[in-house]
């Protein structure tokens, strides 16, 4: 019974050496950088109809993906590149029949300096997760000889498929819900908004089986690999010292 007590005391010194078990986070982080297929019409319309605007073509993409399997979450930040063409930006605007003729001219930029940046979140929304990818737009202009400025955004709803994930990868394609929308008023004293001559602007966003690497999630902390083999050699001497006093009671008894 006195060996079994003593036993008992020393196995629970021992597990208190290591301490408690460090948690990991749910979150799986992995890294993307490739190509995206895809554009977006960047119009304004008077009186929603009209012509006049451009078309900005993405280019390359790179993205982190912060994925939580447990919670179906899911958020990429990032930046994506690109092309505007005409490369000016600039354009003429007018009215359709049967709206009066009105005519004005703007000039908008994407993004900024050929890129902008993201922060995108995704829920679960049937098989697919879900969410916005908002593309920044600015620019000026003149119209019915009124001059206007404006910055807005154009929102392209996006579904993000997980074909597979693993501890080293993470395959996945990403596209647009939809290929239009109907436009927001971004000038609303010049009645202008963004869209085509039929009210919509419209989009493509394509990315089809790609594979994110996986990469560690500063975020989680990590214990360090010698922390047990430390704590065997700090238990040592104490190991030591039980034992003795273990074994001066097994003579005196």
């Known amino acids: 019974m006195k060996i079994s ?5 020393l196995l629970t010194a021992f597990l208190l050496g290591f301490g408690p078990v460090t948690g990991y986070s749910e979150i799986e982080t992995y890294y993307y950088s490739g190509s995206v297929s895809g554009y977006t019409e960047v119009d304004l319309t008077p009186e929603g109809f009209g012509v006049g605007g451009l ?7 790179t993205e982190t993906v912060y994925y939580d399997p447990v919670a179906q979450t899911l958020q990429t ?9 005409p490369s000016s930006g600039s354009f003429n605007i007018r009215s359709m029949p049967p709206f009066p003729e009105e005519s004005g001219s703007a000039t908008l930029t994407v993004g900024n300096n050929g890129s902008f940046s993201f922060n995108t979140a995704f829920a679960l929304h049937g098989s697919d997760l879900s969410g916005d990818l908002l593309v920044p737009v600015s620019g000026s202009g003149i119209y019915n000889g009124q001059a206007f400025t404006g910055n807005w955004n154009i929102d392209i709803p996006l579904a993000f ?10 395959a996945f394609s990403e596209s647009a819900w939809e290929g239009g929308s109907h436009g927001q008023n971004v000038v ?3 009645d ?3 869209g085509t001559g039929d009210g919509t602007y419209y989009y493509s966003w394509q990315l089809t089986d790609a594979v994110a690497t996986a990469v560690p999630d500063p975020a989680t902390p990590v214990p360090e690999p010698a922390t047990p083999a430390m704590n065997l050699m700090l238990l040592i001497p104490f190991g030591a010292s039980a034992f003795r006093q273990l074994r001066e009671k097994l003579r005196t008894s």
């Open 188 to 190: 609303p004293e010049t």
């Open 77 to 85: 930040v990032g930046s994506v590149t690109v092309i505007v063409n």
């Open 55 to 61: 078309d900005a073509t993405f280019g390359a993409l």
């Open 5 to 9: 007590r003593s036993f008992s005391k």
């Open 192 to 194: 202008l908004e963004d």
């Open 161 to 170: 498929h997980i074909i597979s994930d693993s501890p080293t990868s993470l």
